[in-house]
């Protein structure tokens, strides 16, 4: 019977070598960063562990849990260990061969000229082990799973790489449960081999751990023989080994809070905001809440995992709790420490757990309150969050009725009264902006920042000094049609119906266009609703309008990639009666030049909406006609 292959050798996943020379040439500029990734990991499979032991209580290790972190300054070597879950020798493969999130080649794209010297952006793709390749030029690994029942040692995994193209996995016999990361340090990196420098990286970077990380002690005077006064090696902690969200928040300082953060996001980057507190009564928590500054690139996508860091009575219970907030906040990082819940609480349990939607109201309230803080305290900072967010935190208008009012006074736009395409425009800000006699909010929705501005239905607001609302987000539509109205002002679509401006009534003027109307009618005939004169209008010629309940293009667009088909929708034609090009429309005796010009119009005010004639073709044949007329003449 053949011996069972015991060494293999394995090249990396294309997007981890990529990764990998990133790491190792130009990524990071911090290199103690590494420790600090490597903790936290070992930190991450005590907390697995715990959470397993709580219905195998015989999986708790001998002695406490702890991270211990050595080193061997004359092999110049570190070496991180931790008594936690471990690894089998497949998971070995799978996670430190592979970089299994998705969108991983994406953002490797991303990483183009100085943007590949900016570590803030390795965070958000939870591959911080490969860190270790900053500062060593061989990493090994050894590890045995606590799960596979084989005691106090037995066979593991060794696995070891230079970061290069491939890596090796070999058994290695009488292992303990956990893992050791043994770090070949790089000639010039050796100086981490050093007991002050790596103590000093645990107490800045590390600290908040709620897992002792132990070093060995410092080494005691010699004896008057000359002897050391210790035998054997003691180690002692060197963090305080206490959760952060369990100590008050006059005991923790800022530097700690913001650590804390890149801890549970595996963020690089500080962030924007924080709230820590403590609930007691009916019900007992502790809530520790995070805006980070920029968003993650699966930000869109709703069905990934989210939420909170679970903790039942400061007993780790799982990652990306999503019942703790909405989904539209699930940008938001941080943890919840229950006392309340049961240790062996489940996702299907919380699911049905009335506590558990009290803290999620509650948390819900605490977040918004925090971004409310933010807008009013950090202007600048929330134009950041603005930036990233806002667009997911529309979706709470028609997501979160009780707190939709709150909501929508933390939104910003666009408007006609900013030169730029910045949001910086609250609802309140518009509402005291209003003019004598305005009641309505009124706003345009366009495909791109460009066409807003340059709208034809923006022109008799310039004129009268009303300021409008530009909308170009690809969420606008669908949250302005769960909307209707804001401190008891109503939302208004100035591409949509009649339009009633403050002081002029509703029904439109009597004209002397009726022959011009009726002849336009004839040419355009089932391409429109209707034809009319125009009270939007003072430079352009036409513009087209909506129906009250006819989708917009966003919505149309968002139907249809849900496989949704809709039926043609028809605008309102509404011409500038006064501009020179319809005077002259008007004396047009030859019918063929008359149609072609009114198709034209037609397709113009098409463009001029951000979309793009119905036969693209007919409307270049229709213009040259016109051109070669011109000609002519």
């Known amino acids: 019977m053949a011996e069972p292959v015991t060494t293999e050798t394995y090249g990396f996943q294309t997007e981890a070598k990529q990764l990998l020379q990133l790491m190792i040439h130009s990524l990071y500029s911090n290199r103690e960063i590494f420790l600090r990734e490597l903790i936290s990991n070992a930190s991450d499979a005590i907390d697995k562990l715990r959470f397993e032991s709580i219905a195998k209580p015989d999986l708790v290790p001998a002695g406490d849990f702890a ?234 996508n709703r069905e990934a995992p989210r939420g909170l860091k679970l903790y039942v009575q400061r007993v780790f219970i799982m990652d990306e709790a999503e019942q703790f907030l909405p989904l539209y906040l699930r940008f938001i990082k941080g943890v919840v420490d229950s006392n309340d819940l049961p240790l062996n609480v489940s996702r299907e349990i919380l699911q049905q757990d009335e506590r558990v939607t009290s803290i999620r109201s509650a948390l819900t309230k605490r977040a918004l309150n925090m971004l409310e803080t933010l807008a009013k305290n950090e202007p600048a900072d929330y134009q950041t969050f603005i930036g990233e967010f806002g667009e997911v935190l529309k979706e709470g208008t028609g997501e979160d009725f009780a707190n939709r009012e709150t909501i929508l006074k933390l939104l910003r736009f666009a408007s006609t009264t900013d030169p730029d395409e910045e949001k910086h425009v609250s609802l309140e800000d518009y509402v005291g902006r209003m003019v004598e006699g305005q009641e309505k909010i009124y706003y345009l929705i366009a495909e791109s920042p460009e066409n807003a501005k340059s709208s034809p239905h923006l022109e008799v607001f310039r004129k009268k000094g009303i300021e409008v609302l530009l909308l170009f987000d690809r969420i606008d539509e669908w949250m302005m049609s769960n909307l209707q109205d804001f401190d008891g002002k109503a939302f208004v679509d100035v591409m949509r119906g009649d339009l009633a401006l403050p002081g002029e009534a509703d029904e439109t003027p009597e004209t002397e266009s009726d022959g011009l109307t009726e002849r336009i009618k004839a040419v355009l005939d089932d391409q429109v609703e209707d034809v009319r004169p125009s009270q939007r209008l003072t430079d352009s010629p036409a513009c087209l309008v909506l129906g009250a309940h006819d989708p917009g293009a966003q919505m149309r667009k968002i139907l249809e990639a849900t496989g949704q088909q809709l039926p043609a929708s028809k605008p309102v034609f509404e011409y500038n009666a006064g501009h020179p090009l319809l005077t002259r429309l008007d004396r047009e005796a030859d019918e063929d030049r008359f149609r072609d010009l009114v198709l034209i119009l037609f397709d113009q005010a098409s463009l001029a909406d951000g979309t793009a004639p119905r036969d693209a073709a007919a409307y270049v044949n229709r213009l040259n006609r016109l051109l070669l007329s011109l000609l002519d003449d």
């Not at 070496?79 to 020798?89: C, H, L, Q, V």
């Not at 449960?177 to 050093?194: M, N, S, W």
């Not at 928040?249 to 507190?277: A, I, T």
């Open 67 to 300: 991270i211990r972190v050595t080193f061997d300054e004359e092999n110049g070597t570190v070496s991180i260990a931790d008594n936690g879950i471990g690894m089998t020798r497949d998971q070995v493969i799978e996670h430190l061969g592979t970089i299994a999130k998705s969108g991983t080649a994406e953002f490797l794209n991303q990483l183009t000229g100085d943007q590949k010297k900016d570590s803030n952006l390795i965070g958000q793709f939870g591959v911080g082990f490969y860190s270790a390749f900053i500062v060593a030029d061989e990493v090994e690994v050894l590890t045995r799973s606590a799960l596979d029942g084989q005691g106090e040692s037995g066979t593991g995994t060794r696995w070891t790489s230079r970061g290069e193209d491939a890596f090796t996995v070999e058994d290695a016999p009488d292992l303990p449960a956990g893992t050791q990361v043994i770090l070949h340090l790089k000639p010039d990196a050796k100086e981490f081999a050093d007991a002050y420098r790596l103590r000093n990286i645990v107490g800045r970077y590390s600290d908040h751990i709620g897992v002792p990380v132990e070093m060995e002690k410092v080494a005691p005077p010699a004896d008057d023989d000359g002897t050391s006064g210790t035998a054997a090696t003691e180690f002692e902690t060197v963090n305080s080994a206490k959760a952060l969200w369990t100590r008050s928040r006059s005991e923790v300082e800022e530097d700690e809070y913001r650590e804390f953060y890149k801890h549970v996001s595996h963020d690089f980057q500080d962030p924007l905001s924080w709230s820590h507190n403590r609930v007691e009564g009916k019900l007992e928590y502790t809530s520790l809440l995070y805006v980070p500054r920029s968003a993650p690139f699966d930000l869109w």
